[in-house]
């Protein structure tokens, strides 16, 4: 597939069989963020090359949990953490709060 865009629904070829799979975020040339159903931990977001997948017409039995997930995630999720919470690289300084300081009995 040359060109994906986030809610497409494809197929993901794994080393195993072919996985059902819904394209959260395109973003990057050369890997695209995609909802797959993992047979132990359910449905999970996994980046995977651009040339694995292959278009899907029909829905599939698990697109409903995928979508669910798909819905509560946020963009931008995978990016790495952040302390500041929102866009951008976080926090610079002491990453924890300070310690409670005596008196000096």
């Known amino acids: 597939m040359d060109t994906t865009s986030t809610g497409d629904l494809v197929k ?8 059902d799979g819904i394209v959260f975020e395109a973003a990057g040339s050369a890997k695209v963020m995609v909802a ?4 132990d931990r ?3 977001l996994r ?12 829905a599939g039995p698990d697109d409903a949990q995928l979508q669910l997930l798909i819905r ?14 929102g866009v951008g690289p976080g926090r610079s300084g002491a990453k924890r709060a300070a310690m409670h300081r005596t008196t000096g009995k």
Do not use: F, I, K
């Not at 797959?36 to 047979?39: E, G, N, S």
């Not at 980046?47 to 029909?58: F, G, I, K, Q, W």
């Not at 509560?72 to 919470?85: C, K």
């Open 12 to 19: 993901v070829a794994t080393p195993g069989p072919l996985l």
């Open 36 to 39: 797959v159903m993992d047979r």
């Open 42 to 44: 359910g449905p999970v």
């Open 47 to 58: 980046s995977v090359e651009r040339s694995a997948l292959t278009e899907r017409t029909e």
């Open 72 to 85: 509560r995630t946020p963009h931008g999720a995978r990016g790495g953490g952040n302390l500041g919470g």
